[in-house]
């Protein structure tokens, strides 16, 4: 059986009981967790086939944005008052050019979705009560090519 496109990780704690012992016994916890998504073929890196919003609790949303995605997903935000905490991952706008939400160096500059932020970053913007996510690109560039995630709670 092949592990062609297989996707989630392992996590693994290991215990050694005694360094010396005749014995080869140890203990080993671990759990498995997989991915909520399939990940799109034809990519260096697993990015999911489809933007995810869970809310966690009242209010709290864990965001699965995929960088092949403008404006792609949206939570709900009477108020305008949304806050990204945690977020991480990678997004790679191109083979040589991946980035963390924070994003890569200054101010985009004119022609990107938000210019006053570094390319690659995670933004946002709010209409009519929600507030939208996306990987700030040139407007209207294919974001089709574009590869890997960034999650935000």
């Known amino acids: 059986m092949s592990g062609i496109n ?22 080993v916890d671990s759990s498995i967790v997989f991915s909520k998504w ?15 919003a869970e809310e966690k609790s009242p209010g709290q949303f864990h965001v699965i944005l995929p ?32 980035v963390g939400p924070q994003g890569l160096g200054n101010a985009a500059g004119p022609g990107y979705l938000a210019p006053d932020k570094p390319v690659g970053a995670l933004i946002s913007k709010v209409i009519n009560g929600r507030t939208y996510f996306s990987v700030n690109h040139r407007k209207g560039a294919p974001f089709r090519d574009h590869e890997d995630i960034l999650r935000s709670t």
Request: hydrophobic share 40%; net charge negative.
């Open 6 to 27: 297989n996707s989630g990780s392992f996590t693994v704690t290991v215990a050694i009981e005694r360094d010396r012992v005749e014995s080869d016994m140890f203990v």
């Open 38 to 52: 399939a990940c799109l073929p034809d990519r260096a890196h697993c990015t999911p086939d489809r933007p995810i």
């Open 67 to 98: 960088a092949s995605s403008e404006w792609s997903i949206s939570v709900p935000d009477a108020e305008g008052t949304a806050a990204v905490h945690a977020a991480e991952g990678t997004v790679c706008l191109s083979p040589n050019a991946c």
